[in-house]
C-alpha cells in the first residue's frame, strides 16, 4: 500500500526565506528527483513553500517556511530509502544546509481514500 510523508520545515538560522527556497528548490529537490538511487522509492515528491497568508488574519499561521509530500509507491519503501547509502551520505547531510532540522516535524499516512482533482 502506498505510504505518504508531510514534513514541515524551518529554515536554517540566518537565511532568508527566499535563500531557502531557492537552496531546496534547485539545489535539494533536484538530488531526490534526479537520483535514481532515490527517486525509484517515490511515487510523487511536492514542496510547498509557507508563507504569511494575510487574508486569514484571524488564523494562526504554521510556524513552519516549507513543506513536502514525500509519496511512496509501497511502505516498505520508506525504510529502504532512509538506509540507501545516497540517502545517508548526500541527502541528510544536505538538509544541514538549509533546514533547522531539530525543528522538523513529520506525519506519515496511507493513501488517502478521497481525492479531489
Do not use: C
Not at 3 to 11: A, H
Amino acid at each position: 500500500m502506498p505510504l505518504v510523508v508531510l514534513s514541515f520545515y524551518k529554515r536554517k538560522v540566518g537565511m532568508s526565506q527566499e535563500e531557502y527556497i531557492a537552496y531546496w528548490r534547485d539545489k535539494h529537490g533536484p538530488l531526490l528527483r534526479d537520483t535514481p538511487e532515490i527517486s525509484r522509492y517515490l511515487s510523487r515528491y511536492v514542496q510547498h513553500d509557507l508563507r504569511a497568508n494575510d487574508a486569514q488574519s484571524s488564523v494562526a499561521r504554521l510556524e513552519f517556511d516549507g513543506m513536502s509530500e514525500i509519496w511512496y509507491k509501497e511502505g516498505a519503501n520508506r525504510k529502504e530509502l532512509l538506509s540507501e547509502p545516497f540517502f545517508l551520505e548526500r541527502i541528510v547531510p544536505d538538509e544541514q544546509n538549509f533546514i533547522d532540522v531539530s525543528a522538523t516535524r513529520y506525519s506519515v499516512y496511507s493513501t488517502p481514500s478521497i481525492m479531489i482533482g
